[in-house]
């Protein structure tokens, strides 16, 4: 059994929830504090990736990253580089996929932190960065583990926009979930069956994990 569509998944999912984790943490934690229409109008935006259909997120993504496009082509043409069908073009849909579940966990962690605490931090003479890292990460910190979770989660299991911006391609770009369909588009419903096991077990993971997390969040809050 060739193993690398699953290591490819894992280092696309790895790769895109660090850039999740931190652009999450710094889109939740500076928007909760705008103004409620400005607030709003972000949050729907942010969070379109979450219910639009993966294939409308990937051919938004191909109109931006597509050779021919604004994004692509300055990157081919000053770096010789194509953003489109390579196994790290997968990081970008996983990216922004899973950016939503982070973003709207974390903001939800965060607007339950006891503000009074930083209050009592800064009459302290604490800084605002050593509250932030020191006092509300720790507080919020269950949280933010389920959110990352359900992000790597997210982006593990992208297939719609992936198909469309990183193709099939096996021992390049193939992923678990897109191996699953094109094993099965040809017929090989034995190795479809093994994929989709494999996935199967992941996910029972996941969502243990996340349980836990939202266990020991409620314990602490009793």
Not at 22 to 43: C, E, S, T
Not at 72 to 95: D, E, P, R, Y
Request: proline share 5%; aromatic share 12%.
């Amino acid at each position: 059994m060739d193993w690398f569509p699953l290591y490819n998944s894992l280092r696309i999912s790895t790769v895109s929830t660090a850039a999740v984790f931190f652009l999450g943490l710094a889109a939740a934690y500076y928007i909760a504090r705008l103004p409620r229409l400005i607030k709003g109008v972000l949050d729907v935006v942010l969070t379109l990736p979450l219910v639009l259909p993966p294939t409308v997120v990937g051919y938004l993504l191909l109109r931006l990253l597509g050779p021919n496009r604004p994004i692509g082509s300055w990157f081919l043409a000053h770096f010789g580089t194509k953003l489109v069908m390579t196994w790290w073009s997968a990081i970008f849909t996983a990216t922004v996929v899973a950016f939503p579940l982070m973003y709207r966990t974390v903001r939800g962690a965060f607007e339950s932190f006891d503000e009074t605490l930083a209050d009592a931090g800064r009459t302290l003479g604490l800084s605002n960065t050593y509250i932030f890292w020191r006092i509300r990460m720790p507080c919020c910190r269950q949280g933010i583990l389920a959110g990352t979770v359900l992000a790597f989660a997210r982006a593990l299991g992208e297939y719609g926009a992936t198909s469309m911006i990183a193709g099939y391609t096996p021992g390049r770009t193939a992923t678990v979930s897109t191996t699953v369909y094109q094993l099965w588009r040809t017929g090989d419903d034995a190795g479809a069956l093994r994929w989709v096991l494999v996935n199967l077990a992941i996910s029972a993971v996941v969502l243990l994990t996340v349980n836990l997390l939202e266990t020991r969040q409620k314990e602490r809050k009793r």
